[in-house]
């Protein structure tokens, strides 16, 4: 079985509990608050600032010129393809770059693209690629089941966010990055594995807790907490 088919199996019960949750069935059946997902579009966008710096650093640590273009290439992508998404959206919500820029990205999100940056800046190919395949791959399969859904993909409002994420190029893309992965796991020891893996995992964790995020418009709940 190769590596990531492996990987997949061990994740698929945390990414089922994404493709239940609310805000995914929300997009899918078109039944999720416009503001909820402006609240999401936010701080997606702030994610996908430092998800493309894991795209450099994967640029950095590849000695292979063919693996270093495809990293160029996807950071590329996300930078003025998959963000120019968000910033339609945006428009159309009335929402600036600059208020999207201003905008404090929540503890939960924080935590995430702080692991995955951390992992990837001390770590190997490897591990940056463990960490940034479960984003990818999620939004893929994700994009592809309400794709199923008669009509979700031609609706007004959530339609295009389906149709991105369900596309031929991006799914080329995730192929790529698989195919990357179970290249690089070859040969490596169990321990090495296993830390794959467990990276694997934990950022298929946080995929399900950025929905979570996103779903409860959560920010700080200290601030709550102590009424800031
Ligand atoms: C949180 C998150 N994960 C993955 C993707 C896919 O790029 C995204 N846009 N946002």
Redesign the pocket.
Known sequence: MSFCKHVFQQAEEIWEQSHNHPFVRGIGDGTLPIETFQYYLVQ?YL??LD?AKVYALGVVKAHNPRIMEQFAKQMDGILNG?MSLHKQYAKRLGVSIEEMERAKPSAMNLAYTNYMLSVSQSGTLAELTASLLP??WS?WEIGKRLNTIPGAADHVFYGEWIRSYSSVEYGEMCMWMMELLDKLAEGKSDTELARLEEIFLNTSRF?YL?WDMAYRKEMWEIERSIGV
């Open positions: 997606d994610y996908l998800y998959e984003c990818m939004y995929e950025f």
